[in-house]
């Protein structure tokens, strides 16, 4: 299948935004999703941007029956690890479910590593659902390793009323 891999800019907010909330219904946290468009602008988009976004997009014979070129996309930032200094964490990674097994995840989560890579990083982070059997196998069969299963980790989050109240202290 025909598609290409680009880095992502401010006109394709509104395309990323459609499948934020395309992932979240995938992983039955729709409900959670607070990001707009608007923020996707401004925090992807600024002077200095807190994330970075890579597109997957087909040519218009191959667009969906709802009208999108815009196939997958995948968003990362450049992060640092105390044990081996410079990383990169892999926020999402999506294809839209008729374009997957054709080879669309493999490219973003490639040029994420090499954009990591290019940028001094020696690890690429992220994290998967347990239940999401086919991610899981996806990734195992990368090269990558669940370091929860390995390393024992679990990934703890503040958010909310507990955040302001951890930043009173």
């Given at each position: 299948?025909?598609?290409?891999?680009?880095?992502?800019?401010?006109?394709?907010?509104k395309d990323i935004a459609r499948?934020?909330?395309?992932?979240?219904?995938y992983e039955k946290v729709s409900?959670?999703?607070?990001?707009?468009?608007?923020?996707?602008?401004?925090?992807?988009?600024?002077?200095?941007?807190?994330?970075?976004?890579?597109?997957?997009?087909?040519?218009?014979?191959?667009?969906?029956?709802?009208?999108?070129?815009?196939?997958?996309?995948a968003l990362y930032f450049h992060?640092?690890?105390?044990?081996?200094?410079?990383?990169?964490?892999?926020?999402?990674?999506?294809?839209?479910?008729?374009?997957?097994?054709?080879?669309?995840?493999?490219?973003?989560?490639?040029?994420?590593?090499?954009?990591?890579?290019?940028?001094?990083?020696?690890?690429?982070?992220?994290?998967?659902?347990?239940?999401?059997?086919?991610?899981?196998?996806?990734?195992?069969?990368?090269?990558?390793?669940?370091?929860?299963?390995?390393?024992?980790?679990?990934?703890?989050?503040?958010?909310?009323?507990?955040?302001?109240?951890?930043?009173?202290?």
């Amino acid at each position: 299948m025909d598609f290409s891999i680009r880095a992502a800019n401010l006109d394709d907010c509104k395309d990323i935004a459609r499948m934020i909330m395309e992932l979240a219904e995938y992983e039955k946290v729709s409900d959670h999703v607070k990001v707009t468009q608007k923020d996707l602008e401004q925090d992807g988009f600024s002077k200095n941007p807190f994330f970075h976004g890579i597109i997957a997009e087909v040519p218009e014979q191959h667009k969906t029956k709802e009208g999108h070129t815009k196939i997958g996309y995948a968003l990362y930032f450049h992060a640092y690890s105390s044990w081996s200094g410079r990383a990169i964490y892999m926020e999402d990674l999506y294809v839209m479910p008729e374009f997957r097994g054709k080879g669309v995840g493999k490219a973003l989560i490639s040029k994420v590593a090499q954009l990591g890579l290019a940028a001094g990083s020696h690890q690429l982070n992220f994290t998967v659902l347990d239940w999401n059997k086919p991610s899981v196998d996806f990734y195992l069969s990368q090269g990558c390793f669940d370091i929860t299963a390995t390393m024992g980790y679990h990934c703890m989050r503040c958010e909310g009323e507990a955040l302001k109240h951890l930043a009173q202290l």
